[in-house]
């Protein structure tokens, strides 16, 4: 079946820094890729949907310039946290559609297995 | 805006009995998806079920029935003979058919299985 990677599961990191999370289809091609965010206990909430070469489309109320997505090819997404603040630990998760752009149908959704970003 | 509903912060069951989470939703749409996820404490999306809005007929996935009613927006999770793996987070989530695939997800039901 698709497996979606994303890397690292868990991070670590000092306020004022950038963290880069990868999200990668392993086996298929993902035109389309889309980041959540999910607080404790909270739901998984659209940060953005990520499209193979163009600029990702961001929900409202997230900050573009602070949540950099780039999906440069079919497999690959990723989501850079720029100056990290500690209001930005949550896990991130990415999911990838198995369908190619342009067509309308029932493509399933795969998730990868989330990332923990802790910022201190 | 399309918004889902889990009215059922937490909930348990035990061990071989049946369960059954709730969901509502509320679109203008009428071509769209709904699914069941699990979220168990690996933190890894699961789908359980999916439901096609233009199917009358109820989906199932072995101990795992949706009962769908179009018409009242609900879209409950039926959890038959609970085994303990099955504790976890259970999230309804919605897709219109016409999107890229982006889902919208409700705020999720802690199911507890005790032996």
């Known amino acids: 079946g698709a497996v979606v990677s994303q890397h690292p599961s868990w991070v670590i990191c000092k306020s004022g820094t950038s963290v880069k999370i990868e999200c990668r289809s392993l086996?298929?091609?993902?035109?389309?890729m889309f980041w959540y965010r999910q607080f404790p206990k909270q739901s998984l909430m659209l940060m953005a949907t990520?499209?193979?070469?163009?600029?990702?489309?961001?929900e409202q109320g997230v900050e573009k310039d602070k949540f950099l997505i780039n999906h440069a090819s079919l497999t690959l997404s990723t989501l850079t946290v720029t100056s990290a603040h500690p209001e930005d630990s949550s896990f991130y998760i990415c999911?990838?559609?198995?369908?190619?752009?342009?067509?309308?149908?029932?493509?399933?959704?795969?998730f990868g297995n989330g990332t923990r970003l802790t910022v201190t | 805006a399309q918004t889902v509903t889990q009215s059922q912060p937490e909930m348990s069951v035990q061990e071989a009995e049946t369960v059954t989470l709730s969901c509502t939703y509320d679109?203008?749409?009428?071509?769209?998806?709904l699914f069941w996820y699990k979220q168990p404490p690996s933190r890894q999306m699961i789908l359980v079920i999916r439901?096609?809005?233009?199917?009358?007929q109820n989906a199932t996935e072995n101990r795992f029935s949706v009962n769908f009613q179009k018409a009242a927006k609900s879209f409950s999770l039926k959890i038959s003979d609970s085994q303990l793996g099955d504790t976890a987070m259970y999230f309804c989530?919605?897709?219109?058919?016409?999107?890229?695939?982006?889902?919208?997800f409700g705020k999720g039901t802690k199911l507890s299985v005790k032996p």
């Open positions: 999911s990838a559609r198995v369908l190619p752009r342009g067509l309308i149908g029932d493509s399933p959704l795969h």
């Open positions: 086996d298929f091609q993902a035109t389309t």
């Open positions: 990520s499209n193979e070469g163009s600029k990702a489309t961001y």
């Open positions: 679109t203008s749409e009428n071509n769209y998806y």
């Open positions: 439901q096609e809005a233009y199917k009358q």
């Open positions: 989530a919605f897709r219109e058919r016409r999107s890229q695939g982006n889902l919208i």
